[in-house]
């Protein structure tokens, strides 16, 4: 063998030994973004779901799941695939505020018992914020904040004020 082939093969080894070190580099500069993207969206104030315009989801924040809007693989709400079909259709962003019904199979018995101190007495009513936009590649961000506490809020303060109304009326 002379010893232009051997400068070759070293050549062509070195060439292979150099792609393989560039395309490593890459996978782990993609997984570690994708990995720092991940931890971003966790903590994100809402929560985040990540679907096509069939309501087919690719993704769910762990902040989603309390509120049970997907089943498997889909979004199981009428009213948010409702936003969705709008969105979809003249790729604009959406917000709108939602009310969905508790299962009340998950929360305890009436009474109060297995509540924290503290803690509140759900109501059977969900308020929800969503807001819808298109984030390219047929993909949609459901951004998903939970009203619930506030409309109850305002709901006390309304009560609270009727009351002193009336009794100020009254003597």
Do not use: C
């Given at each position: 063998?002379?010893i232009w082939?051997?400068?070759?093969?070293?050549?062509?080894?070195?060439?292979?030994?150099?792609?393989?070190?560039?395309?490593?580099?890459?996978?782990?500069?993609?997984?570690?973004?994708l990995a720092?993207?991940?931890?971003?969206?966790?903590?994100?104030?809402?929560?985040?779901?990540?679907?096509?315009?069939?309501?087919?989801?690719?993704?769910?924040?762990?902040?989603?799941?309390?509120?049970?809007?997907?089943?498997?693989?889909?979004?199981?709400?009428?009213?948010?695939?409702?936003?969705?079909?709008?969105?979809?259709?003249?790729?604009?962003?959406?917000?709108?505020?939602?009310?969905?019904?508790?299962?009340?199979?998950?929360?305890?018995?009436?009474?109060?018992?297995?509540?924290?101190?503290?803690?509140?007495?759900?109501?059977n009513t969900?308020?929800?914020?969503?807001?819808?936009?298109?984030?390219?590649?047929?993909?949609?961000?459901?951004?998903?904040?939970?009203?619930?506490?506030?409309?109850?809020?305002?709901?006390?303060?309304?009560?609270?004020?009727?009351?002193?109304?009336?009794?100020?009326?009254?003597?």
């Amino acid at each position: 063998m002379d010893i232009w082939q051997i400068v070759v093969i070293v050549v062509l080894a070195a060439l292979i030994l150099v792609w393989v070190a560039v395309i490593a580099y890459n996978k782990g500069r993609v997984s570690g973004r994708l990995a720092t993207e991940r931890r971003l969206i966790e903590v994100l104030p809402e929560a985040l779901i990540v679907t096509d315009r069939n309501g087919l989801v690719q993704y769910s924040s762990p902040g989603s799941v309390p509120f049970g809007l997907v089943s498997g693989d889909r979004l199981n709400s009428r009213e948010v695939e409702d936003i969705l079909t709008q969105a979809a259709a003249d790729g604009g962003m959406r917000e709108r505020e939602v009310q969905l019904p508790v299962n009340r199979n998950s929360y305890p018995s009436s009474n109060g018992r297995g509540l924290e101190a503290g803690q509140s007495r759900p109501s059977n009513t969900l308020y929800l914020r969503v807001r819808i936009g298109d984030i390219g590649d047929d993909l949609y961000a459901i951004f998903i904040n939970d009203m619930s506490e506030q409309r109850r809020f305002e709901a006390v303060r309304r009560d609270f004020v009727t009351n002193v109304s009336h009794e100020l009326k009254t003597p």
